[in-house]
């Protein structure tokens, strides 16, 4: 029996990076799925990769702004419809934003951040918990960032929002304990996916590769990590391996935010 057996999962940000990895592993976890992404070319290259290696896996898909309640709520009313509950909730939309020193970080580029990584994750959760709350039962793993546990730099959007994700966590984790219901987050540092591509870009556009050595050469394992090592933690997360572990927030930076 795999670890996600007969459980309805529902994951944003599905169309690429960590969560088209994670709803992969889910896949071979047993998981029957619910995909959110804006992207319909994105969900629709995910759930060709499910099918590849999950034929008989159960897969629906909804495309959504998560910066916009009403269509949060859409996708949320729409997996409940369609499965009846949701057992785990992988609340992990996100985007980087326009890289400047805080002085001339664009105002309406900080709204759009916050919009996405942090309104996005509350309207997510808020509308989750409810069912969850109602069914006695249920697990959440939000993604927030090392941005979100330390300063980064040229990120003022998302380091403000990510740290927002975790307090959110941990307040929200606080509260639901009690129902059985649990909520962590994820602290991902540099994971090789489109984003961190795109992040490298910014620093320098001639030469990203460099950039991305040089920021590398200090992590104490010289490396970027791999989507699927962060999937492999958000199932164990989402699954009944996991029964006691609330209002976590997890590096997975190969020890990056472990050092001075």
């Not at 040229?154 to 639901?176: F, I, P």
Request: glycine letters at 12%.
């Amino acid at each position: 029996m795999s670890r996600l057996d007969n459980k309805i999962i529902l994951i944003t940000g599905a169309g690429s990076g960590l969560g088209r990895a994670t709803a992969i592993r889910a896949a071979e976890e047993g998981a029957s799925l619910a995909l959110v992404d804006i992207s319909d070319d994105g969900l629709d290259d995910t759930v060709h990769e499910i099918s590849e290696r999950v034929p008989d896996a159960t897969v629906v898909t909804y495309t959504a702004d998560v910066s916009k309640v009403d269509e949060v709520k859409k996708y949320v009313d729409g997996t409940l419809a369609e499965y009846g509950r949701i057992d785990g909730f992988f609340n992990n939309a996100g985007i980087e934003g326009k890289q400047n020193e805080t002085e001339d970080y664009g105002i309406d580029e900080f709204h759009r951040v916050i919009g996405v990584n942090l309104d996005g994750v509350f309207f997510g959760q808020r509308y989750v918990l409810a069912a969850m709350h109602e069914a006695g039962t249920g697990s959440i793993v939000n993604t927030a960032s090392v941005g979100g546990i330390r300063g980064v730099g040229n990120q003022s959007g998302y380091a403000a929002a990510k740290h927002g994700v975790v307090g959110l966590t941990r307040n929200s984790a606080v509260e639901y304990g009690k129902y059985n219901v649990r909520i962590n987050a994820i602290a991902p540092g540099v994971i090789w996916t489109p984003m961190v591509e795109s992040s490298f870009e910014q620093i320098d556009p001639d030469n990203p590769e460099e950039a991305a050595e040089e920021f590398l050469s200090v992590n104490p394992m010289r490396r970027a990590g791999k989507p699927e090592e962060v999937a492999s933690v958000v199932t164990f997360l989402l699954s009944d391996d996991a029964t006691f572990i609330n209002g976590a927030v997890l590096p997975i930076d190969g020890g990056q935010s472990a050092q001075y």
